[in-house]
């Protein structure tokens, strides 16, 4: 079945504990991307790739670290988590290129930064 | 700064009749258009794309695109209670790097029996 992945759905930290969420996709997508959503806020990217070693900021990059060493997975870091991380996050993927745009998105993270 | 546009709702409309979305943006160069449902607490589903002037039709689906007006909407016939939900409008715009793709804000729907 063709889906993107993420884990895991639903996280309770503390400030300052480093962590990860993964993301995976099984359709050979070039782009992928990853988005907070907020209530009133609306979705806004976070970071995105459109390759393999390619990343670039979203609108709202900062406290966030991304990587992508392989062309399925592009997890998200959070190196020192803050309480205004806490938000529903998804990561999405796409063809990629022209104007194959069209996004897959995964199930959704919640994440609370306590 | 490039954005897209959507009255946040809630829209009410009956059970079984047509329900109209509408999205505007501001860059003119936008090329690819996009509706997306979320159900609450779900992540967003597509049900459209739309590259070209004028309507696209899928199903019960119809999106309309009108780049001079900068405007693209999606009609819903014979809505169901099902069809309750938020829909988000996407475009992707082109950069000097890259394409940038927007979301709006959503309209929430309410289709009432």
Known sequence: EAQVTQNPRYLITVTGKKLTVTCSQNMNHEYMSWYRQDPGLGLRQIYYSMNVEVTDKGDVPEGYKVSRKEKRNFPLILESPSPNQTSLYFCASSPGGGLTYEQYFGPGTRLTVT | QKEVEQNSGPLSVPEGA?????????????QSFFWYRQYSGKSPELIM??????????????????KASQYVSL????????????????????????DKIIFGKGTRLHILP
């Open chain 2, 18 to 30: 047509i329900a109209s979305l509408n999205c505007t943006y501001s860059d003119r160069g936008s």
């Open chain 2, 49 to 66: 794309s739309i590259y070209s002037n004028g309507d696209k039709e899928d199903g019960r689906f119809t999106a309309q695109l009108n």
């Open chain 2, 75 to 98: 009609l819903i016939r014979d809505s169901q209670p099902s069809d309750s939900a938020t829909y988000l409008c996407a475009v992707m715009a082109p950069t000097n790097r890259d």
